[in-house]
């Protein structure tokens, strides 16, 4: 059986994106509205609004987390051209909640790009504070904060053309230190002419530049989100592609060419057009063995890899107009109206008798 | 394809309309929400939907039924078994089948305490939706059991010359308890005209279907009749019944002889009428000749095809091998009825008797205990080499890699439940491939709700050599406590976490607190510092100014000047922090033993010179010259004396 607890994020147009802290304890929603908003769990499991500003002077893209290394630290992106690092300021009266009066701060606004920035990303943490951005210019972009205690201060390391407008970035999180930086960057143009539609970048510590290794050009469609696997000690990475339909890559890196360049051998190990459209986001879980996608169809689905190392789709999700619970009851969920409720879970329906045909997608 | 795939419903308006899109929430949970994409070149305005008040994020997560308490014991102690096993293993490279089964039960014994357990609480429990909840959970449990006595009869505990039948009316004894039941309470109650209960003949025939020839006979004593003619003539039949014996020394086709002489005999009775007078002792020699008609009768008796499948082979097929389980059990079915209405169970245990043993690990994996029961089954079976074997025949398959993937989904669902993720990590161990990477990723991510649990996750992290992950826990306690002004528990984690840029940061929160108010807090930390003052070189300021301090008011004065002059030659003194140390040299210089030599003397009027347009030493400055002066005089004077 599946259960939802139903969070009403109160923005006034269509949510963008979630993002959800390391612990899976803060929720940050960002939305069409320019609004960016910050949730918290309380102990009874029960989701507060926390913070609620005036982000961006367009819609906001996307919203990501730092490391908690680095303390509370949200970027997000907008069309309004800029993206904005923000920190989570504590009062130094108390406040309400034990950890006193809290508000984010705009620590830095990033303006060098000239059009819309569709994706913003921390890097991975072992390399400090990083930020990447792309944008519908066509550009990746690397900051860098130098002092992780100071983070007004951000400098702009390095510009990537990529030369079609880019729609999403994704980091490897390989936790080697053994393997260069490496991006791959997704565009959403369409037209077939152009070529490829994935690019992967690995840093060149030599160069001390970002070098493309590859263009997948067996994706021609466009892209419209990228997701790199935890690599869970691979020789290969995983990555997750959501172009007309769910593409997973085995991409194994070449180090042994004496110049020193990387090489990556590039196979694609499934494919998946279950949504039979467009496909608009790849998401991995935390551990990398479920995919999970979203599509012009409406639906979630999941892919997990079984133990003969073929990926399966395991479970379908999606929204059910007539199940929903009517106005009376969709106050109990309103997370202001009701401080001391604790979480209320609903079960959730679904078409095939759970008893018999559970899908896990632990 | 996608009929196998459940497809769950999201109970909203908008996601129906617009389409949703996700976001993975640590550890297993998902976040839903309603979405449409934009084309990163499109013009920016507002939705279809303008103005909402539906913009809602739904969390969706399995609701585990593992997690109920009822059910943490079961937890628990399968853990127990399975960490004693995998530590056996490391231990001797070869097991013996013995042990192997003894596993077995002790997992099968797990089994039936919590079986009992549910019983208890179901007769306890008030409500109707608990009863029903947990009637569910029984009925999970039950066949979890039934499955599981049969694999170990058929996986683990072979017996030499695939001998199964004996195991097997052991089994459906174990799972079918009420013949024997019925049975022992009517010879206890030793009651005449035993025959007139209802029960009577269905518990004879039903002991006979389960090979309790002894207890039938028993039974047929008791009859008021017993001692008629027809009554004795079944008892010695009964009794001189042949017994396949593997260890008799008896061939297969010599019983199998002695069987056929002995059904003829019995045959040859029935043709001759001699049960006649009675029609159920007639219906149960016709019964053990496999007469037809007999059979078709009592087929009522049975509520499964695997209750029929002993039975029949008892007096059909009694030197069965195991190997021909399968076709057997398919006979059983078809004599029921129900090829075409198998239940989830039914198709279990036929793939285990068709000794198809990834079939059963594929249909168990579908039971709603969320892996438990695949886990550990699996993991025992790998064990024994029973799905090593299966390598050679099936591509692409690694036994090691099925139990392990089940291990990382059993590990990983535990690790995300708040009081369950160490015996989560104790499985993930388990898995020599990924474990520790995904121990890597899900351990730093369990919640910290306070010292003791981050205490907790810093000994597990260390335990497996993740130092990293120890450090960064402690790191972020640090910045906790720095956020919550608590300076003296942030600077212990900071230390613990050889953070050296926290660790600087806070030394100068303590000495900014002193130049402001004049207090040093924590002094005990101060004190006791050690070694770990070498982390930072703010800290090892902050740890010498402390000794300073100490030392002064013990009135150690000559010791205290010393360290002072020391810290005033050294390079690490904080910017805002100089004037300090040149305003602690006054009362030393002022004191009445000589404390400053002249060469100290003069350094400290080279470093009050130097800083003589500073603000903050300004209206200080002529005790300080005054002060200097008078010091140098007597120390010179001092010196020449000793000279």
Same mark, same amino acid.
């Given at each position: 059986?599946?259960?939802?607890?139903?969070?009403?994020?109160?923005?006034?147009?269509?949510?963008?994106?979630?993002?959800?802290?390391?612990?899976?304890?803060?929720?940050?929603?960002?939305?069409?509205?320019?609004?960016?908003?910050?949730?918290?769990?309380?102990?009874?499991?029960?989701?507060?609004?926390?913070?609620?500003?005036?982000?961006?002077?367009?819609?906001?893209?996307?919203?990501?987390?730092?490391?908690?290394?680095?303390?509370?630290?949200?970027?997000?992106?907008?069309?309004?051209?800029?993206?904005?690092?923000?920190?989570?300021? /504590?009062?130094?009266?108390?406040?309400?909640?034990?950890?006193?009066?809290?508000?984010?701060?705009?620590?830095?606004?990033?303006?060098?790009?000239?059009?819309?920035?569709?994706? /913003?990303?921390?890097?991975?943490?072992?390399?400090?504070? *990083?930020?990447?951005?792309?944008?519908?210019?066509?550009?990746?972009?690397?900051?860098?904060?130098?002092?992780?205690?100071?983070?007004?201060?951000?400098?702009?390391?390095?510009?990537?053309?990529?030369?079609?407008?880019?729609?999403?970035?994704?980091?490897?999180?390989?936790?080697?230190?053994?393997?260069?930086?490496?991006?791959?960057?997704?565009?959403?143009?369409?037209?077939?002419?152009?070529?490829?539609?994935?690019?992967?970048?690995?840093?060149?510590?030599?160069?001390?530049?970002?070098?493309?290794?590859?263009? =997948?050009?067996?994706?021609?469609?466009?892209?419209?989100?990228?997701?790199?696997?935890?690599?869970?000690?691979?020789?290969?990475?995983?990555?997750?592609?959501?172009?007309? $339909? /769910?593409?997973?890559?085995?991409?194994?890196?070449?180090?042994?060419?004496?110049?020193?360049?990387?090489?990556?051998?590039?196979?694609?190990?499934?494919?998946?057009?279950?949504?039979?459209?467009?496909?608009?986001?790849?998401?991995?879980?935390?551990?990398?063995?479920?995919?999970?996608?979203?599509?012009?169809?409406?639906?979630?689905?999941?892919?997990?890899?079984?133990?003969?190392?073929?990926?399966?789709?395991?479970?379908?999700?999606?929204?059910?107009?007539?199940?929903?619970?009517?106005?009376?009851?969709?106050?109990?969920?309103?997370?202001?109206?009701?401080?001391?409720?604790?979480?209320?879970?609903?079960?959730?329906?679904?078409?095939?008798?759970?008893?018999?045909?559970?899908?896990?997608?632990? | 394809?996608?009929?196998?795939?459940?497809?769950?419903?999201? @109970?909203?308006?908008?996601?129906?309309?617009?389409?949703?899109?996700?976001?993975?929430?640590?550890?297993? $949970?998902?976040?839903?929400?309603?979405?449409?994409?934009?084309?990163?070149?499109?013009?920016?305005?507002?939705?279809?939907?303008?103005?909402?008040?539906?913009?809602?994020?739904?969390?969706?997560?399995?609701?585990?039924?593992?997690?109920? @308490?009822?059910?943490?014991?079961?937890?628990? !102690?399968?853990?127990?078994?399975?960490?004693?096993?995998?530590?056996?293993?490391?231990?001797?490279?070869?097991?013996? *089948?013995?042990?192997?089964?003894?596993?077995?039960?002790?997992?099968?014994?797990?089994?039936?305490?919590?079986?009992?357990?549910?019983?208890?609480? +179901?007769?306890?429990?008030?409500?109707?939706?608990?009863?029903?909840?947990?009637?569910?959970?029984?009925?999970?449990?039950?066949?979890?059991?039934?499955?599981?006595?049969?694999?170990? +009869?058929?996986?683990?505990?072979?017996?030499?010359?695939?001998?199964?039948?004996?195991?097997?009316?052991?089994?459906?004894?174990?799972?079918?308890?009420?013949?024997?039941?019925?049975?022992?309470?009517?010879?206890?109650?030793?009651? !005449?005209?035993?025959?007139?209960?209802?029960?009577?003949?269905?518990?004879?025939?039903?002991?006979?279907?389960?090979?309790?020839?002894?207890?039938?006979?028993?039974?047929?004593?008791?009859?008021? #009749?017993?001692?008629?003619?027809?009554?004795?003539?079944?008892?010695?039949?009964?009794?001189?019944?042949?017994?396949?014996?593997?260890?008799?020394? &008896?061939?297969?086709?010599?019983?199998?002889?002695?069987?056929?002489?002995?059904?003829?005999?019995?045959?040859?009775?029935?043709?001759?009428?001699?049960?006649?007078?009675?029609?159920?002792?007639?219906?149960?020699?016709?019964? /053990?000749?496999?007469?037809? %008609?007999?059979?078709?009768?009592?087929?009522?008796?049975?509520?499964?095809?695997?209750?029929?499948?002993?039975?029949? =082979?008892?007096?059909?097929?009694?030197?069965?091998?195991?190997?021909?389980?399968?076709?057997?059990?398919?006979?059983?079915?078809?004599?029921?009825?129900?090829?075409?209405? &198998?239940?989830?169970?039914?198709?279990?245990?036929?793939?285990?008797?068709?000794?198809?043993?990834?079939?059963?690990?594929?249909?168990?994996?579908?039971?709603?205990?969320?892996?438990?029961?695949?886990?550990?089954?699996?993991?025992?079976?790998?064990?024994?080499?029973?799905?090593?074997?299966?390598?050679?025949?099936?591509?692409?398959?690694?036994?090691?890699?099925?139990?392990?993937?089940?291990?990382?989904?059993?590990?990983?669902?535990?690790?995300?439940?708040?009081?369950?993720? *160490?015996?989560?990590?104790?499985? &993930?161990?388990?898995?020599?491939?990924?474990?520790?990477?995904?121990?890597?990723?899900?351990?730093?991510?369990?919640?910290?709700?306070?010292?003791?649990?981050?205490?907790?996750?810093?000994?597990?992290?260390?335990?497996?050599?993740?130092?990293?992950?120890?450090?960064?826990?402690?790191?972020?306690?640090?910045?906790?406590?720095?956020?919550?002004?608590? %300076?003296?528990?942030? &600077?212990?984690?900071?230390?613990?976490?050889?953070?050296?840029?926290?660790?600087?940061?806070?030394?100068?929160?303590?000495?900014?607190?002193?130049?402001?108010?004049?207090?040093?807090?924590?002094?005990?930390?101060?004190?006791?510092?050690?070694?770990?003052?070498?982390?930072?070189?703010?800290?090892?300021?902050?740890?010498?100014?402390?000794?300073?301090?100490? =030392?002064?008011?013990?009135?150690?004065?000559?010791?205290?000047?010393?360290?002072?002059?020391?810290?005033?030659?050294?390079?690490? +003194?904080?910017?805002?922090?100089?004037?300090?140390?040149?305003?602690?040299?006054?009362?030393?210089?002022?004191?009445?033993?000589?404390?400053?030599?002249?060469?100290?003397?003069?350094?400290?009027?080279?470093?009050?010179?130097?800083?003589?347009?500073?603000?903050?030493?300004?209206?200080?400055?002529?005790?300080?010259?005054?002060?200097?002066?008078?010091?140098?005089?007597? #120390?010179? %004077?001092?010196?020449?004396? =000793?000279?």
């Amino acid at each position: 059986m599946f259960e939802a607890q139903e969070i009403n994020a109160e923005h006034k147009d269509l949510i963008h994106d979630v993002a959800y802290d390391f612990y899976g304890q803060r929720m940050a929603t960002c939305s069409s509205d320019q609004y960016v908003k910050v949730w918290d769990q309380n102990a009874e499991g029960k989701w507060i609004l926390t913070s609620s500003w005036k982000a961006h002077s367009g819609s906001v893209w996307k919203v990501t987390w730092a490391h908690p290394e680095f303390g509370q630290v949200l970027a997000t992106c907008s069309f309004d051209r800029t993206a904005a690092v923000w920190e989570e300021v /504590v009062g130094e009266t108390p406040g309400p909640s034990e950890r006193g009066i809290r508000h984010w701060v705009r620590k830095t606004n990033l303006v060098d790009s000239r059009t819309s920035v569709t994706d /913003v990303k921390f890097g991975p943490k072992s390399q400090g504070l *990083q930020l990447a951005t792309c944008s519908a210019e066509g550009i990746v972009r690397i900051y860098e904060a130098p002092d992780v205690m100071n983070l007004t201060q951000w400098t702009l390391q390095h510009e990537v053309p990529c030369k079609l407008p880019c729609s999403c970035i994704s980091w490897n999180p390989s936790l080697s230190k053994n393997h260069p930086q490496m991006l791959a960057v997704g565009s959403d143009d369409a037209n077939p002419i152009n070529g490829g539609k994935v690019f992967i970048y690995e840093y060149s510590e030599n160069s001390r530049r970002w070098i493309k290794l590859e263009t =997948l050009n067996s994706v021609l469609d466009p892209v419209h989100d990228i997701a790199f696997a935890p690599n869970l000690g691979r020789s290969f990475h995983i990555l997750a592609v959501a172009t007309k $339909d /769910v593409r997973i890559f085995n991409i194994t890196p070449d180090n042994s060419d004496p110049s020193g360049v990387t090489k990556l051998d590039v196979q694609t190990v499934a494919q998946f057009d279950d949504h039979g459209c467009t496909v608009w986001r790849v998401c991995w879980n935390v551990i990398g063995t479920v995919l999970a996608s979203s599509g012009d169809d409406g639906t979630v689905r999941m892919f997990k890899m079984n133990y003969v190392n073929s990926w399966k789709s395991v479970a379908i999700m999606k929204g059910d107009g007539s199940l929903a619970p009517n106005d009376g009851s969709k106050n109990l969920s309103n997370a202001l109206t009701s401080i001391s409720q604790t979480a209320r879970y609903i079960k959730l329906g679904s078409i095939i008798t759970p008893k018999e045909r559970e899908a896990s997608w632990h | 394809m996608e009929t196998d795939i459940n497809t769950i419903l999201i @109970p909203s308006k908008l996601c129906n309309r617009a389409g949703v899109s996700l976001a993975w929430k640590p550890c297993n $949970d998902l976040g839903i929400f309603a979405y449409e994409r934009k084309h990163s070149g499109a013009q920016d305005k507002p939705s279809q939907y303008y103005p909402t008040s539906e913009a809602s994020v739904f969390h969706v997560r399995q609701d585990v039924i593992l997690f109920r @308490p009822i059910l943490r014991k079961l937890i628990n !102690e399968s853990n127990g078994t399975f960490l004693n096993l995998q530590e056996l293993l490391a231990r001797k490279s070869t097991n013996t *089948q013995e042990e192997m089964l003894n596993f077995s039960r002790q997992y099968r014994s797990i089994i039936r305490a919590c079986l009992e357990s549910l019983q208890e609480d +179901i007769a306890r429990s008030k409500s109707e939706a608990d009863k029903d909840e947990l009637q569910n959970y029984i009925t999970i449990f039950y066949s979890i059991e039934c499955i599981w006595h049969l694999c170990e +009869i058929l996986f683990i505990d072979s017996t030499p010359g695939n001998v199964v039948l004996p195991h097997l009316l052991e089994w459906v004894r174990f799972h079918f308890p009420k013949y024997e039941r019925n049975a022992a309470e009517m010879l206890c109650e030793n009651q !005449e005209e035993l025959e007139m209960k209802p029960e009577y003949w269905p518990t004879i025939i039903g002991l006979m279907m389960q090979g309790r020839v002894r207890i039938a006979r028993g039974l047929l004593k008791q009859h008021s #009749a017993a001692d008629t003619r027809a009554f004795l003539l079944v008892d010695q039949c009964l009794k001189a019944m042949p017994q396949f014996d593997v260890y008799s020394g &008896l061939s297969a086709s010599e019983f199998h002889l002695q069987w056929q002489h002995w059904v003829m005999d019995i045959q040859s009775k029935i043709d001759a009428k001699s049960f006649a007078s009675h029609k159920n002792l007639e219906l149960l020699m016709k019964i /053990v000749v496999k007469d037809e %008609l007999a059979w078709s009768e009592i087929k009522k008796h049975f509520e499964t095809w695997y209750e029929l499948l002993p039975a029949w =082979l008892f007096y059909a097929e009694p030197s069965v091998k195991s190997y021909e389980l399968g076709t057997f059990a398919k006979y059983c079915i078809r004599q029921m009825g129900l090829e075409n209405k &198998l239940k989830h169970l039914d198709t279990v245990l036929l793939a285990a008797m068709e000794y198809d043993l990834l079939e059963v690990i594929k249909e168990i994996q579908k039971m709603s205990e969320n892996g438990w029961f695949a886990t550990h089954l699996a993991n025992l079976l790998y064990h024994s080499g029973q799905l090593t074997v299966l390598e050679k025949d099936v591509d692409n398959f690694s036994a090691k890699a099925l139990q392990e993937f089940l291990i990382v989904d059993y590990g990983t669902m535990l690790m995300g439940h708040k009081s369950l993720w *160490q015996v989560g990590l104790s499985y &993930l161990d388990h898995c020599s491939e990924s474990g520790i990477h995904i121990i890597e990723l899900l351990l730093p991510r369990v919640p910290v709700d306070n010292e003791y649990k981050a205490q907790k996750i810093i000994r597990e992290a260390v335990k497996r050599e993740l130092h990293h992950i120890a450090q960064f826990v402690c790191k972020v306690q640090g910045m906790k406590c720095v956020k919550r002004g608590r %300076l003296g528990s942030a &600077l212990t984690w900071a230390l613990k976490s050889q953070d050296s840029t926290l660790v600087s940061l806070l030394a100068n929160r303590f000495l900014k607190d002193y130049a402001a108010n004049g207090k040093l807090r924590n002094t005990d930390l101060l004190f006791n510092l050690g070694p770990t003052m070498l982390s930072s070189d703010r800290l090892i300021f902050l740890g010498k100014y402390y000794e300073f301090h100490k =030392l002064y008011q013990d009135r150690q004065f000559q010791e205290a000047g010393k360290l002072l002059i020391k810290l005033l030659e050294s390079k690490i +003194i904080p910017k805002y922090f100089w004037y300090i140390l040149l305003l602690e040299t006054i009362p030393l210089l002022e004191s009445e033993d000589i404390i400053f030599s002249s060469n100290d003397t003069y350094m400290i009027i080279n470093f009050m010179e130097e800083n003589q347009f500073d603000e903050r030493i300004k209206d200080k400055l002529d005790v300080l010259r005054l002060a200097t002066a008078r010091n140098l005089s007597r #120390a010179v %004077l001092y010196e020449s004396e =000793l000279n």
